[in-house]
């Protein structure tokens, strides 16, 4: 199995430019989940998927993020327009339906938006 | 979900077990213990959970009081690789769970 797998690793861009991160999770995984870590605020979760519909969002910062899951092996996480204070290491996860906290890790995102 | 407090870091020498505490005085009788631990640039890793029995695993202990108060998670024989920021978590058991990590213990082993 390959995992949860991320891309891009790593992005740097300018403020004010769309940045679009993605996630293929662990196939027959039910639920994805979308976390921020950051020195500060530490591992934060901003949404999380089940059978691709969005559970809870209320980790999602503001309007400007944005996350969508069309099929069962996709999910995409959008900021538009990205700051500055949006740069950290976003990290997507998958489960099935059995251990309720056991939930796979991809390798992350890092975002630098200067 | 349970508040958990854990120390900000310890140190291990390299071969001996390391012992991390967890205390989670407000656990309730649904409430599960889970471990994570993150090494530096990778996403967090599952290392093992339990309710009120003691688990063990290829990874690691797990040993929770009689009143679940608290627990430790033991590495028998700690290695550099397992130099890392360690999160007790506790969470309702059921399929919506959803986890929030706290700060965690920052490991180090050294020779």
């Known amino acids: 199995d390959a995992g949860v797998i991320q891309s891009p690793r790593h992005e740097v861009t300018e403020m004010g430019q769309e940045v679009t991160l993605r996630c293929k999770p662990i196939s027959g995984h039910d639920y994805l989940f979308w976390y921020r870590q950051t020195m500060m605020r530490g591992l934060e979760l901003l949404i999380y998927f089940n059978n691709n519909v969005p559970i809870d969002d209320s980790g999602m910062p503001e309007d400007r993020f944005s996350a969508k899951m069309p099929n069962a092996s996709f999910s995409t996480l959008k900021i538009q327009p990205s700051e500055p204070r949006d740069s950290a290491v976003y990290f997507c996860?998958?489960?099935?339906?059995?251990?309720?906290?056991?939930?796979?890790f991809g390798e992350g995102s890092r975002l630098t938006v200067l | 979900d349970a508040k958990t407090t854990q120390p900000t870091s310890m140190d291990c020498a390299e071969g001996r077990a390391a012992n991390l505490p967890c205390n989670h005085s407000t656990i309730s009788g649904n409430e599960y213990v889970y471990w994570y631990r993150q090494i530096h640039s990778q996403g967090p890793q599952y290392i093992i959970h339990g309710l009120k029995n003691n688990e063990t695993n290829e990874m690691a202990s797990l040993i929770i009081t009689e009143d679940r108060k608290s627990s430790t998670l033991i590495l028998p024989h700690a290695t550099l690789r397992d130099t890392a920021v360690y999160y007790c978590i506790v969470i309702v058991g059921g399929t919506a769970s959803k986890l929030t990590f706290g700060t965690g213990t920052r490991l180090q082993v050294t020779l």
């Open positions: 996860a998958s489960r099935g339906q059995g251990v309720t906290g056991e939930l796979f």
